[in-house]
């Protein structure tokens, strides 16, 4: 055991773990948020995918070692429930889910997705997502969801600059 330091959406935790513990685990039975889902425990499914410094890592294969002094972005970081990330809200729109296990880590990736690349084509979002496997076969439904929020991102973009203007003055 020995104490590491995460920040976990963006508040500080001290804790006293294994430094061999998989981020995963230290995340959902230590600090306690269960959004980020176990799936195959071999980095090959994207489940447990959540964000290191704004990228996409598999924290089931990710020692809290690697980690410690990082940021880490976890599905309950992303947006609040009075205000959803807009590719949350995507996938709410687009009935994506059905049974979610893989949601939180598809949702991760397709935030990713759209930092790098604000207006992805099918390709892209079909290459970008391919480490991110769904039992159920949302595929089609999580393409859609991301164009959709794509576009929600880019309608937002004038509006809050518009807005920002306005209080410049």
């Known amino acids: 055991m020995a104490q590491t330091k995460l920040t976990v959406n963006g508040k500080a935790y001290t804790i006293d773990v294994d430094p061999e513990m998989p981020l995963l685990w230290a995340i959902r039975d230590v600090v306690g948020l269960k959004g980020t889902k176990f799936g195959c425990g071999m980095a090959q499914c994207g489940a447990c995918t959540v964000h290191l410094n704004g990228s996409p890592i598999r924290s089931c294969s990710t020692p809290v070692s690697v980690v410690k002094g990082q940021k880490i972005t976890t599905i309950e970081g992303i ?21 979610g296990y893989c949601q939180s880590g598809q949702i991760m990736s397709a935030v990713a997705l759209l930092k790098e690349k604000p207006k ?50």
Not at 129 to 157: F, L, P
């Open 79 to 99: 947006g609040t429930p009075d205000h959803l990330h807009a590719v949350q809200q995507a996938w709410i729109d687009e009935q994506v889910t059905q049974c």
């Open 120 to 169: 992805p084509t099918d390709e892209d979002i079909d290459l970008y997502m391919q480490g991110n496997i769904c039992r159920c076969g949302t595929y089609q439904r999580v393409r859609k969801a991301i164009h959709r929020a794509a576009d929600s991102i880019q309608e937002a973009k004038p509006a809050a600059a518009k807005k920002t203007a306005s209080l410049d003055r």
